[in-house]
């Protein structure tokens, strides 16, 4: 029997590295493809899962770069084929006023989180569209739910996100395609390191990845359309 073939963005650190290592361990013998521009982190990210008993391949890439997906997304095809699930988690979060909001800022936010997963989904789609099946997650924010002060680009950016995963769900639900948007609060990543902020306080990683599996696992006569994650004392 054919193992699932999980494409994961941003899978060198953080949310995508659980993400990673949690498919390893739960479904045997797993191929992940997984993709960052950092080739050093992710080297050992697919170290650990092969450990854990997946085929892990790394496939450096800059998914805001529509050049540089196009030759990633050939690059796995050949290898791997088509994605079961095709989860985009590559994003960036960075903080200022409305009014001290360079348009360079903006733009990088708009690329990172939003462009990214917008290429990366239009360059694997026609082939899980030809198929008839397939998992797809957009990693969005409590920002793209709702105002946040002092992230006018980011809100911008997870707003689109979760809006573009809406529009992917009503396209291809009679069409064999799952579509999921997540909606995580603060989650422990090194971003979080320098914050002052205790592990203890916001959620980890894996539980967002285990929520990611746990959806994936569901019927196919089942789709969750939203997660939305907090930490048990709310937002900070």
Known sequence: MRTPLIFISGASQGIGAAIARTFAKEIPRVRLALVARN?????KVAAACVKSGAKAEVFECDVANAASVDLMAAEVSRH??????????????????FVETSLAQFDDMIAVNLRSAFLVTQAFL???????????????????LGAYPNAAAYCAAKFGVTGLAKVLRAETKDKGIRVCCVHPGAT??????????????IMPAEDIARAILDVHRLSRRTVVEEIVLRPQLGDL
């Not at 084929?81 to 989860?87: K, N, Q, R, S, Y």
Request: net charge positive.
């Open 39 to 43: 080739v050093k982190n992710l080297g």
């Open 80 to 97: 791997f084929g088509t994605p079961d699930v095709l989860i985009n988690n590559a994003g960036a979060f960075t903080m200022a006023p």
């Open 126 to 144: 026609p082939a899980m569209l030809k198929r008839q099946s397939g998992d797809i997650f957009f990693r969005s924010s409590i920002a793209g």
């Open 188 to 201: 422990w990543s090194p971003s979080w390191e320098k914050s002052g902020v205790k592990p203890e306080r």
